[in-house]
């Protein structure tokens, strides 16, 4: 139970400041034609964007399988579907992180985007119980085996995630033309 509790503390806190980061990275792309250290900041994190979002999307997919197979924790419904968003994404940012392809960007916003509906979706469920319908039958979709610092739940860290990969996909979107 101590490396349960220890896990979810330090995931909790890497997702915070991925989120920070993400806002960061989402806030440089909107002024990067018009702040020279906006458009710094884009011009440094280019290059590493695509081997970035492709170790993150493996990251979190491999710690979603260590929660379900090694610490036994049953994913719901929503939870198989953020998987359905985020699984496939591994390969893809892999494959085109090695061949420099760049016009993954569209596949992996999309993917990203309906995503972060879905974990916003749930977290809303387990912060508010009750209040929307749980479409699972099994494990209940509102139960919550974290809840960090207040706020923080399964389903916002993968939020965050997607967040993290919308953005980057739009730096390198933007950046391709």
């Not at 330090?10 to 980061?21: D, M, P, T």
């Not at 440089?28 to 906006?38: K, P, T």
């Not at 494990?139 to 207040?150: P, T």
């Not at 996909?169 to 950046?175: C, G, T, V």
Request: include cysteine; charged fraction near 10%.
């Amino acid at each position: 139970m101590e490396l349960f509790s220890t896990l979810n503390y330090w995931l909790a806190l890497g997702s915070i400041l991925i989120g920070i980061f993400s806002i960061v990275l989402g806030g440089a792309f909107f002024l990067r034609h018009r702040n020279e250290y906006a458009r710094a900041l884009i011009s440094w994190i280019t290059p590493h964007v695509l081997w970035g979002a492709f170790g993150f999307s493996f990251l979190a997919s491999a710690m979603t399988l260590v929660y379900s197979d090694y610490l036994g924790i049953e994913p719901c419904s929503l939870c198989w579907w953020q998987r359905v968003f985020l699984y496939p994404q591994v390969i893809l940012l892999g494959m085109a992180a090695w061949k420099k392809d760049s016009y993954v960007a569209e596949y992996s916003i999309v993917l990203s985007f309906f995503g972060a509906i879905v974990a916003l979706y749930q977290h809303f469920l387990q912060i508010f119980p009750n209040s929307l319908p749980c479409p699972s039958t099994g494990v209940s979709c509102a139960q919550r085996f974290l809840f960090e610092f207040g706020f923080m739940t399964y389903p916002l860290m993968a939020f965050v995630l997607f967040a993290l990969l919308m953005v980057a996909m739009l730096i390198l979107r933007a950046e391709r033309t």
